[in-house]
Each structure stands twice: as C-alpha cells, then as structure tokens.
C-alpha cells in the first residue's frame, strides 16, 4: 500500500493541481511540493522491505495470461526512485521562487507532479509493457513542460520534436516487445530473465537489445537520436534540471542496468552501446565547448555524461554506470539551478557573453556553480571523481582500450568547457551593457540561440533571487560534494549494495593497467583541459580583452560546430521534408487523379453504372439510386411473401 | 424482446421525433440522449439477454428475423449507445431535431447489423444503416455531390453483399448461422471465393480500405460533428465486425488464400492514409485519413488468424470509436466557435480555452498511441500477435504510422492549440457543461480501456474457441 501512495501521490497532485489550478492560484506549489516530499518519505519508509530478499511486488492487472502487470521495488528501483521523488522535491521547492508570478504557475506544478508519476512508473513497473507506458507518459511529460510557454513557436517547435523522436524510441521497445512476447508469451522481468539462454537464444537476445537500445537512445539523447535534447532547453530552467539532466534522460541508463542479464548475454549489444555511449560522451562534449547559451552548454553536457553512463553500463560496468547516474543527478541539478537562480536575476538572460563579473554580484550563484563545476570535472574528492573514474576505468577493465581512450580525452574537454563557462561568466567585467554587435552575436532571430528572444518578451525586472531559491541549491551542495565517497575503494558500501543483482556480477574484469595508474592519467588530461580554458578565458589579459576575443571566438567557430555536424538540416530533409512532400503527393495527385478517376472509369465503362455517376450533374441519379433502394425493398418483399410464410 | 427492443425502439423513437414541433427541438434531443443512455444501460445490464428468432424463409435458403448477443456484439453495441449519447449531446444549430431523429435511426439499424444473426438480415440492415447518413448529407442542401458519392459507393458495396447472402443462403441451406460454430456449412472452392469477393468487396469499401476509400474523405469533411463522430467510430467498423463474425468463422480458407492481398492492402491503407494525413490543412481530413491508417491496422488483425491479435482487433476497434467520436466532437466544436477548419488559418486557442484546449490533447493522445491509453493497448496486442503469428516484417512496417501518428497528431493539436493567438479569429468561450459531458464518458472509457482492457481481451480469447481456425 505504501509503495501505492508513492506511486500515485504525485499523479493524484498532477490531477488536482490540473483541475483546481485557477482556485488554488499560489498554493498550487506548495501543495505539488508536499506531495512529491511525501512520496519521497514514503520511499525511504520502503528501504527496509526494498533491500530485502525477493525485493517489493505489488500485482495490478492482468489482460490476459502471461500479460500481468505489477510494481516492483527492488535496489535498482529504489536507487532511482529516491532521486526522482528526493531531487525532484528540491527542484519543485526551487520552482516556488522560479516560477513565481508566472500566469500559469499551477499548471506547472500539475505537469511536474505528472512526470514525477510517470517517471515513477518507468521504474517501478516489473514487466515491458508498463515499462513502456512510463516511458512514453515521461516522453509526454516532456512534451508539456518543453512547450510550457506554448505561445512561443520555437517551445512548441522542440516540445513536438522531442516528442516525435522518442515515438521513434517506443517503437524500438515495440519491437522488442515483439520478440519477448513471441518466445515467451509473458512481459515481466522475471520471465525474461529466466528465459535467457533457454526459450531466448543468443540472436534473439542481441536483437532484443537493439530494439530496447533505440528506445534508450531516444530518451537518452544518444547520437543519432539526440537532436531533441539541446531544444528541449525552451522550457523553464527547472524542467531542465529535473527532467532533461537529472531523471528522464538517464533512463536510457536505467533500461539497461535493468536488462543486464541480457547484455551480460550478448557481447554484441554490450559492443553496441559502449561505442554509441561513447561516440555520444565525446561528440556532445566538442559541441558544449562552442555553445555560448548557458543551457545549451550544460544539455550538450548532460548529453556527454550520459553518454559516460551509457558507455558504463553498455559494457557491463554496472554499478559504475548507475553510480555515474546518481552522482550527475545532484551536480547537474545543481547546476542547472545555479544557472537558473543567474537566469533569473538577468531576466531571462542566457547568453554567457553578456554575462561576465557575476561572482561578485551572485557569490552564492558562484559557489553553486563552482562546486558542480568541480564535481563534473571530476576534481578529486568530489562526486564525480569517484563515479566517472569507475566508468572510465570500467570500459578499461571489460577490455575496451578504445573506449578507455575516448572516456579520458572527454574528460579532458568537460574540463576545458565547464571552466571555459565558469571563466566566461563569472570573471572579468559584466557585459550585459556591450552591444551584441561588438559581442559578435547576429541580432537575427533564428539563431541557434533563442535567450535574447525571451527577454524581449517579458519585461525586464533585474529582481535578485528570492531566498527560497537558494535553499535546495544549499541542500543540493552537500551530495554533489560528498556522495562519492560511498563508493571510494575495493568493497565501498555502493558495490556491496549491488552485489548478487541480476546481471551485475557478470561482467569480465581484466585490466591492463592498475586502477591508481588511470586515476593518474585521467587527472593529468584533466588538468590539461583545465590549463587550456585557463589560458584562453582565464588570464588577466584574456579578462581585460574579453569583448574582442569572444567576438572573434564567435565569428570564427567552425560552422560544422555551430551546426552541431547538420543533424538537424539532414532529418529536416530527409525525414521531415519528404514525408510531407510524399503526402502531399499523395493527397493532390493519387487520390483525386488516379484512384478517383479509376473508379469513375471502371464505373463508365459499365453502362449501368455509368448513367449513374455521369448523371451527377443532371438530378437523374437520384431516380437510380431510389429505384436501386427500391429494388432492395422488392426482393426482400417477395422473399418475405412467397416463402416466408409458407414454411 | 430486450434484443429486440434494442433494435426497433431507437428507430421508431427517432421517426416519431419528426412530429415533435420544431420549437421543441430541444427538448426532442434531450429525450434522445435519454434514450441513448437507456440503451447503453440495457445492453450493459442484460449481456445475457435471450435471443428473439421469428422464422422468416424456408425456400431456397431457411432464414429467420433472428436478433441476439455475441462477444463481440456485445461491446460494438455498448460503444454504440455510448458515442450516439455522445453525439445526441452536441447537436445543434436549425437541423437539431432532424439530426438527432437520424442518428437515432442509426443506432437502430446499427444495433440490428451487431446483433443480427442471419446473414441475410445482417444485409439488409447494411443497406438501411446508409440511409440516415445519406438523408442527413442531402437534406444539408450543399453537400449533395459527396451525398450520392456516399450512397453508390456503399450501395455497389450492398449489392455485392446481397448477392454474396443469396449465393451462401442457397449453398448452405441457411443464412440463420453467425455466432453458431456448429452450423459447419459447406461451400466449395469456387464458389467459396466467389462469395468471400461479394463480402469482401462490400465489407472494404465500407471500412474503407485503400484503394476504396475515396468517398469517405468527403464524407466525413461534410458530415455534421455528431454524425461523422458515430459514421468514424461505428459505422467504419461494420465491414469489420462482418469480417470477423461471418469470415473467419464460415469462410476461413478463403480468408487465409486473401492473407497476402490483405496486407497488402492493409498495410498500404496504414502507410497512405498516414502520410496524406501529415500533409492535410483541413483538420476534419487529418482525422479522416488517420482513420484510413489505423483501420487499416485491424485489417490485419482480423485477416492474422491470431486470436491475440483479434482479441487486440476488438480493442482497437473501440478504442478508435472511442477517440475518434471524441475528436470529430471537440473539432466539431473549434469549428463552431472560429467558423474555420484550416490548420494554417488556426492557431492560439489553448491560452483562452484550457478546457477545449484539454479534451483535444486527451483525444489525440489516444489516437496517437501513447501508452496507457487505449489505442496503445489495441496497438501493441494486435502487433505483437501479428508478429507471433509469424508475421514479422508486417508488424514491423507497421510501427513506422506510429512515429507518423504521433507527427499529424500533434500537428494538429499544435496548430489549433498554441503558438500566438491569431487576433482575427472569433473570440468565443471555453468548453461548455453540455460539450464536457459528451466529451467526458469517452476520454473515461478509453483511459480504463488502456489500463485494463481484460475484459474486452477475455471476449475474444474466450470467444476464439467459436472462432474456426485459430492458434
């Protein structure tokens, strides 16, 4: 029952908040916060009988034999479970303050309690089906909070992109939906687990990863089906916290540690995600190095990390995969916030070259970014050291030197970029007064950047942040400082906690170099990024010249860059452009002019029919059409007369 | 008697309408949603109800006036009285009375096509369910053209039907067989496939199936809301229902020789009608055609031999009647209230109508297939029956119209719904109590049917034992 109301508590929120949300006008984000606290609450009451042998299960329905539907809560659930309702919590405390004044605040906290229940639902369903049913409920929570200020064209733009592209994802699950239901004839957990290399053969098990992994791709961001991530920027900053950095996306993660029995099966699948993780890990931290929107840099960033995550868990580093997830979840949210509480004191300014000097104006928005800064770049002692060494050093350990390779020079550019950001920001003088012209930004709309835009719109109301904003970024602190530590050394709390999971024990761990040893050369190429964006953004002299040099730094990216590689350009045309080309074909051409005109044809060259349809002008029809009804109308009568009653 | 009833009430209920003074036209629509929500409760209450035969004919072929329950009628008759309710409540303008009068005459004849057991009554009532369609098309005085296009369409259709029922009444020695296995009737080879073309030939036109599907586009732009709300969601499955309750049963080699021009023609309905449906300006086309694409997809259920994918056939059919009726209903409204259908010309009108703004997302969320609602459930049961059939690459082909469906979906939400509000557009208000309740029964049933369509699955896998031929 409990795990019930975790379950629904956030959906009953997302229901009253939808219907009331004119009555309760302010409260409406209190009441969608207490709720989502509650929920949280809740989960940690079920850690006891979470852990326990044999995990929670609560059966819901059944539509036919084999098809049950459940809830289940074991580790891996609960791991996930704890973040979305504990982080989640933060960020709709957070959205008190952001949010305040917006004319459609309750309907904010109605569509953030809905993902919390969606997201929910992902993870704790304990078969394929309600795994997809979350997934695509996440999927459209997305959808709502990207086009939450749908009066804008390019939020409703990207909100339908995201959409679309993770209809692409549950297709792929579809897919392997097929496969499981067509060998097996059930959907839970427990019975795909079990017919692993038995009713499901090695082939099979290689496809059914594929099909899952397009899904995972699609929420995941991973390239080629990551597009839909940078936009999904449009919605309010704290919908980019939760939902585009610290929940939804990782679920790509989660689909696969949840399926490690079967990529522990097929060392081809487990080849497939670690190169496509890390192809997604390298690629999204290049373009977060030329993005000059502060939520632009930290999407491509996010979609780097988790390209980290997807490589761990792809290649069967398991607990180092999910370890990374909870680790970006606090310093991603945490800098997503920060950012957000800078966002929101400029009135809506996201462009880092008009920003500058903020660390005397904002110290506490410069501590919070600082502090994630630090985590992500995996500075030693804080989280993401910790996490990001283990998935690093994972892809080493399950003999992937390639793989190793990417993962150490990516860590190199997030340093480089992350400081590159802070500098820009933080250092120098403010230059929210230069003109953009001298800044080298093109004063043209259809930019890749859209934060002017929004500026314009609303009035400009310089406002310093309200204290409650402050708050879950202070709380978010202590994790994004300290929870590595649960997993510092050989048998650290956080490997125990999954040992004996289904799947995770499998993989293979054969280095070729002492763990101490990569620690070392990931630190050096660290600070090597470090250095780099020191030089170029951080010296004195870079400081004082800053308006030329991001000019020319503006002006000279290269347009492969600017374009993010032109994914974009080629789906637009060859997906986006054809498909309405082909239909529209279709809708002027094929169907009036040839399968229309057939029909008239065949009709004419029957005499009989012919009177009819060439009579459509002239009103005889009409005596054909009745006398056809009534010759119906005869046969039955004479049917009816001369042998109904006859018997 | 309650069988009965349930055909011949709503028809004489809806004739006797024309006396009321138009004055009352008001108050003859309520009494008509009264009579639809009567009609929903009967069937509901009574499932078990017994059947009415009168002997009919003995020569050449035995027939009988023979009315009763089957699994599938069941619930073809419930979704019925459900959207004609629906329907009843949201019309209006100077025809309300004629309307609501024509749409009970369809329940009527409707109800007796699902309930009929004879297959020559099953005809007749095929022909007469065209008739209030067709009156309703004319008497709107400009739609004459798609009217009579309508009408020969299906009638060419009905005739090929009344000479398939004569062709299997004299073969078979009766027509008095649908929903009773054991009436095992021998047909040969010949004129087996002669007569399967008769049914199927009307049976594709009326669903329609591609390349039959020509009249309907027109017709569903012409119709008033209410009646293309019930011609989409019920009407569009009676070539269906005949497929499944007279084909499999009685006709089953036939209908596995017809498989591979089936699919054919099933999946090039799903992929056409899914394009046209994303280049479409005319939000009333955009529906039409997106129907032409999911009843394509039951096509293929019922010709899979699958008794997972009939029993996903069944759940799609009502879930398409439920969120199809629940489209054509809210369009209906934004048509009223901005006097325009054209997706461009559209825009903006989610800031001031939340309400309206909601029942259009709930619908097309449906039709679009999100998981947990009950497209999806159809969806995915008549798909992964398909593929454990042993059909895989037209299960797989099949999942490209989902990503499509959720393109024109949204594009149509989108387009009405957000972006800025266009100044020159009527301001009018936000859903009213009347429109709600049509709109809330059907978004109710297709939320449940989406979470546990058990009952609707257990229909048909019961209902697979009486059905010859499956695995």
């Known amino acids: ?647 | 008697m309650i069988v009965s009833a349930l055909v011949l009430v709503p028809i004489l209920f809806g004739l006797a309408l024309y006396a009321v003074p138009r004055r009352a036209a008001g108050i003859a629509k309520g009494a008509s949603a009264v009579l639809a929500a009567l009609v929903f409760a009967l069937a509901a209450l009574e499932p078990q109800a017994p059947d009415a035969t009168v002997r009919w004919l003995s020569r050449p072929f035995a027939a009988a006036f023979h009315l009763g329950f089957g699994p599938i009628s069941f619930w073809l008759v419930l979704l019925l009285a459900l959207v004609t309710f629906s329907a009843l409540l949201v019309v209006r303008g100077s025809r309300m009375r004629e309307i609501a009068a024509q749409l009970l005459v369809l329940q009527g004849a409707m109800n007796g096509l699902f309930l009929a057991k004879d297959v020559l009554l099953f005809a007749l009532f095929w022909d007469l369910m065209l008739l209030p369609v067709f009156l309703v098309l004319v008497a709107g005085g400009t739609h004459g053209r798609t009217a009579w296009k309508y009408l020969l369409y299906n009638l060419v259709g009905g005739l090929a039907l009344l000479l398939a029922t004569a062709a299997f009444g004299v073969l078979a020695g009766t027509t008095d067989v649908i929903g009773n296995p054991a009436a095992r009737v021998g047909i040969g080879a010949t004129w087996g496939a002669w007569i399967f073309a008769g049914f199927a030939f009307a049976f594709l036109i009326k669903t329609p199936v591609f390349p039959f599907h020509t009249w309907m586009p027109e017709t569903y732009a012409d119709l008033p809301p209410p009646v293309v709300a019930v011609v989409s969601a019920v009407q569009s499955k009676a070539g269906l229902y005949g497929f499944l309750a007279i084909g499999v049963p009685f006709l089953g080699p036939e209908m596995a020789q017809a498989r591979p021009l089936m699919f054919v023609l099933g999946l090039s309905a799903l992929l056409y009608g899914a394009f046209v449906a994303l280049a479409e300006r005319d939000a009333k086309r955009v529906v039409a055609y997106s129907s032409l694409s999911h009843l394509g997809l039951i096509l293929l259920a019922v010709f899979s031999g699958s008794s997972l994918a009939y029993a996903g056939a069944l759940v799609y059919i009502i879930a398409h009647g439920l969120f199809s009726a629940a489209l054509f209903i809210v369009l209906g409204a934004v048509e009223q209230r901005e006097e325009t259908r054209d997706l461009l010309r559209l825009g903006g009108l989610g800031a001031r109508n939340p309400q309206l703004a909601g029942a259009l997302m709930l619908a097309a969320l449906a039709a679009l297939g999100l998981p947990g609602l009950a497209g999806f459930a159809g969806e995915i049961l008549i798909l992964t029956g398909l593929y454990r059939a042993g059909y895989g690459w037209p299960a797989v082909i099949a999942l490209l119209p989902i990503v499509l469906a959720a393109a024109y979906m949204l594009r149509v939400f989108q387009s009405i719904m957000n972006g800025p509000e266009h100044p020159d557009l009527p301001q009018r208000r936000d859903l009213t109590w009347l429109e709600g309740l049509a709109v809330a029964p059907l978004v109710a049933a297709f939320v449940w049917l989406g979470i546990d369509p058990a009952s609707v699955v257990a229909a048909m896998v019961a209902g697979g034992a009486h059905v010859a031929g499956v695995r």
């Open chain 1, 1 to 647: 029952m409990m795990l019930a109301f975790v379950w629904l508590a956030p959906l009953a929120g997302g229901i009253l908040l939808w219907a009331f949300g004119p009555q309760l006008r302010s409260w409406a984000g209190p009441i969608g916060s207490a709720l989502i606290g509650a929920s949280f609450l809740a989960t940690c009451a079920l850690w006891g009988s979470a852990t326990a042998p044999g995990a929670l299960h609560v059966p819901l329905v059944s539509w036919l034999h084999g098809w049950n539907f459940g809830l289940q809560l074991d580790r891996l659930s609960l791991i996930w479970s704890l973040i979305i309702t504990g982080v989640g919590f933060l960020i709709h405390v957070y959205s008190i303050g952001y949010m305040d004044g917006d004319r459609a605040f309750a309907r904010f906290f109605a569509y953030m309690n809905f993902f919390v229940f969606a997201m929910l639902t992902l993870v704790l369903s304990d078969n394929v089906i309600g795994l997809l049913v979350g997934w695509g409920l996440v999927g459209l929570a997305s959808y709502f909070l990207i086009g939450f200020w749908f009066d804008r064209p390019s939020a409703v733009a990207a909100a339908r992109k995201a959409f679309v592209m993770n209809v692409v994802g549950d297709v792929g699950m579809m897919f392997a939906i097929f496969l499981i239901v067509a060998k097996l004839g059930a959907i839970g957990y427990a019975d795909v687990f079990a017919g692993v290399g038995h009713a499901l053969d090695s082939g099979t098990v290689f496809l059914i990863c594929v099909g899952l992994f397009v899904g995972c791709a699609a929420k995941s961001a991973q390239v080629p089906l990551h597009t839909w991530l940078p936009d999904a920027m449009e919605g309010p900053t704290p919908v980019s916290a939760l939902i585009h950095a610290a929940t939804m996306v990782t679920a790509g993660v989660y689909l696969i540690a949840r399926f490690a029995p079967l990529w522990s099966a097929s060392a081809e699948a487990r080849e497939m995600a670690g190169v496509i993780g890390g192809l997604t890990a390298i690629s999204g931290a290049v373009l977060g190095c030329v993005q000059w929107d502060i939520k632009r840099i930290l999407a491509y960033s996010t979609m780097s990390q988790i390209g980290y995550m997807i490589m761990g868990v792809g290649v069967g580093a398991f607990t180092g995969g999910v370890f990374h997830f909870l680790t970006h979840a606090f310093f991603k949210a945490q800098l997503f916030l920060g950012a957000g509480i800078i966002i929101h004191a400029l009135a809506n300014q996201q462009d880092v070259r008009r920003m500058g000097g903020l660390r005397t104006r904002m110290p506490f928005a410069f501590l919070a970014m600082l502090v994630g800064v630090l985590a992500i770049c995996g500075v030693p002692g804080f989280s993401g050291f910790f996490s990001k060494d283990d998935v690093i050093y994972g892809t080493l350990a399950a003999g992937h030197p390639w793989l190793y390779a990417v993962g150490v020079l990516t860590a190199g550019i997030t340093a480089y970029y992350m400081f590159r950001l802070l500098f820009v920001t933080f250092f120098g003088p403010y230059r929210g007064d230069v003109d953009a012209a001298a800044l080298g930004i093109a004063v043209e709309p259809s930019g890749p950047s859209v934060a002017g835009h929004h500026a314009e719109e609303e009035e400009p109301h310089h406002h310093a942040p309200p204290g409650l904003m402050n708050v879950p970024v202070a709380i978010l602190i202590l994790p994004t400082i300290f929870i590595g530590w649960l997993d510092f050394g050989e048998g650290s709390p956080w490997k125990q906690f999954f040992r004996g999971f289904p799947g995770f024990d499998a993989a293979a761990t054969s280095a070729a170099m002492p763990e101490l040893a990569s620690t070392g050369l990931v630190l050096a190429v660290v600070a090597a990024g470090f250095t780099l964006a020191y030089a170029r953004y951080g010296t004195t002299a870079a400081l004082r010249d800053a308006v030329a040099r991001l000019r020319n730094e503006t002006l000279r990216t290269p347009p492969v860059l600017v374009h993010a590689y032109y994914f974009d350009a080629a789906y637009e045309l060859i997906f986006a452009r054809s498909a309405r080309a082909l239909g529209s074909w279709f809708d002027r051409v094929i169907d009036p002019h040839v399968i229309d005109a057939g029909v008239r044809e065949v009709a004419i060259s029957s005499e009989w029919l012919g009177h009819l349809f060439r009579s459509f002008q002239t009103g005889l029809v009409r005596v054909y059409a009745l006398s056809l009804v009534f010759g119906v109308a005869c046969f039955v009568a004479y049917y009816a007369l001369a042998f109904g009653v006859s018997r």
